[in-house]
């Protein structure tokens, strides 16, 4: 496609229950990642894929959240058992692999604005 | 520990200034650095890319900088108008070959008509 793509735009969600958040890469880009991003804040790091695995999960904040990519294009973001606290924006981005020899870069799609009531 | 500083947190500037936003990092050993914008409500939009090995990137009225020894990058906005109004956020990458990056918490620009 044109652009990240990122579905939904928004979701609200009652504490305790499960989401999920779609995301679709500019076509052919290697590198996926997620973002959170709070009220007031810059963007969070959560897991990085290349390709069909997670290449850095580290910044997940605990095991209610997972993310799959398994065919290395859409990529998936699952809370379960979700709280007030999951509350923000959640950011995509993708690129193609990293090549000093060009100026690649990473583009970011327009975010799910995921609320937990 | 790695850390992106941005300073000022606001900036109020009247239409057709010159102007300079603030980034400051911790650990020199960057890979890259990236400059966004964000509207209100909205996705990231990238505005320039720097590599380690660069000194600075321009693209139109933008201008940013880099130079890694004492931390610091500047992203330099001639005759802003109105529409540049947006938050500016600086994005730092230390990952081998990767956009694992921390962000600042960005600089919220008006600019005044």
């Known amino acids: 496609g044109a652009g990240v793509s990122q579905t939904p735009s928004n979701k609200v969600t009652e504490k305790g229950k499960y989401v999920e958040l779609r995301c679709d890469p500019i076509?052919?880009?290697?590198?996926l990642y997620w973002y959170r991003q709070s009220l007031g804040q810059g963007p969070e790091f959560l897991i990085y894929?290349?390709?069909?695995?997670?290449?850095?999960d580290s910044g997940l904040p605990n095991d209610r959240f997972f993310a799959v990519r398994p065919e290395g294009s859409v990529s998936t973001l699952k809370i379960q058992r979700t709280e007030r606290g999951d509350s923000a924006v959640y950011l995509c981005?993708?690129?193609?692999?990293?090549?000093?020899?060009?100026?690649?870069?990473?583009?970011f799609g327009q975010g799910t604005r995921l609320t937990v009531v | 520990k790695q850390e992106v500083t941005q300073i000022p947190a606001a900036l109020s500037v009247p239409e057709g200034e010159n102007l300079v936003l603030n980034c400051s990092f911790t650990?020199?050993?960057?890979?890259?650095l990236q400059w966004f914008r964000q509207d209100p409500g909205k996705g990231l939009t990238s505005l320039l890319l720097?590599?380690?090995s660069q000194r600075e990137q321009t693209s139109g009225r933008l201008n940013a900088s880099l130079d890694k020894s004492s931390g610091r990058s500047t992203l330099y906005i001639a005759a802003s108008q109105p529409g540049d109004s947006a938050t500016y956020l600086c994005?730092?990458?230390w990952g081998s070959g990767t956009y694992k990056y921390i962000f600042g918490t960005g600089t919220r620009l008006k600019v005044l008509a």
């Open positions: 994005a730092v990458s």
């Open positions: 650990d020199s050993a960057i890979y890259n």
């Open positions: 076509s052919g880009h290697t590198a």
């Open positions: 720097i590599q380690s």
């Open positions: 981005a993708s690129s193609s692999l990293f090549d000093r020899a060009v100026n690649t870069e990473a583009f």
């Open positions: 894929f290349q390709g069909t695995g997670a290449a850095d």
